[in-house]
């Protein structure tokens, strides 16, 4: 079955500067990969996908990219906000539907 | 358009007893999902289920679990004789279309409790 692997487990930025997460999957059938935020004591909301026939996707202060050779797809938050701060899960689904989710980023965002 | 709902949303058992979670899908979405998320985890798939049919159980558990999505009425993820072990939040999603043509939406999620 599929292996989501994310990179890092948490991480500390200044308000206003980049963050980056990482992950990278194991079946190459895989063709869809969503990104989730998921705050404290609430529900896991999307916030972005891409899917295997386009590489780069943006949308305002967050693009994914993804690289389908290397089987690796990463989340670019700029200009981070404070609201940023929260758990992010990025996923993979293929032909199957369901998705495997990665272990999840604890990003927060210092003032 | 209400989005997917849980219920309930706490739900404490004692050791042996069983629980039973409901998951209402949004208006029009066919294709339930359910997960388990253990504390500072990322989610496990469990179950995909459409109307009446289970069309992937491969994270479910082959004992004491059970996942239904009649044909009226909302899907149930049932767990007979709980331990300790099944505490944890349990999220359903659900989506419109399925192989992974659309988007999953996920409930607030029932935090089950096992004393």
């Known amino acids: 079955g599929e292996n989501v692997e994310q990179h890092p487990s948490t991480l500390s930025v200044q308000e206003g500067d980049s963050a980056v997460i990482k992950c990278t999957y194991s079946d190459s059938a895989s063709n869809y990969f969503p990104w989730y935020k998921q705050e404290l004591g609430k529900r896991p909301q999307l916030i972005i996908d891409?899917?295997?026939?386009?590489g780069e996707k943006k949308d305002q202060r967050i693009a994914v990219t993804l690289n389908k050779t290397a089987k690796h797809f990463s989340l670019h938050i700029t200009e981070t906000q404070p609201e940023d701060s929260a758990v992010y899960f990025c996923?993979?689904?293929?032909?199957?539907?369901?998705?495997?989710f990665g272990a999840g980023t604890t990003v927060t965002v210092r003032a | 358009n209400a989005g997917v709902m849980q219920n309930p949303r706490h739900l404490v058992r004692r050791r042996g007893q069983e629980a039973r979670l409901r998951c209402s899908p949004m208006k029009g979405h066919s294709h339930v999902y359910w997960y388990r998320q253990l504390p500072e985890e990322g989610l496990k798939f469990m179950v995909y289920l459409q109307k009446e049919n289970i069309i992937d159980e491969s994270g479910m558990p082959k004992e004491r679990f059970s996942a239904e999505f009649p044909k009226e009425g909302p899907s149930i993820l049932r767990i007979q004789q709980v331990v300790r072990g099944d505490s944890a939040a349990y999220f359903c999603?659900?989506?419109?279309?399925?192989?992974?043509?659309?988007?999953?939406?996920f409930g607030p999620g029932t935090r089950l409790t096992v004393l």
């Open positions: 996923a993979a689904s293929g032909a199957g539907d369901k998705l495997s």
């Open positions: 999603a659900s989506s419109r279309l399925g192989q992974g043509r659309d988007e999953q939406f």
């Open positions: 891409i899917r295997s026939n386009v």
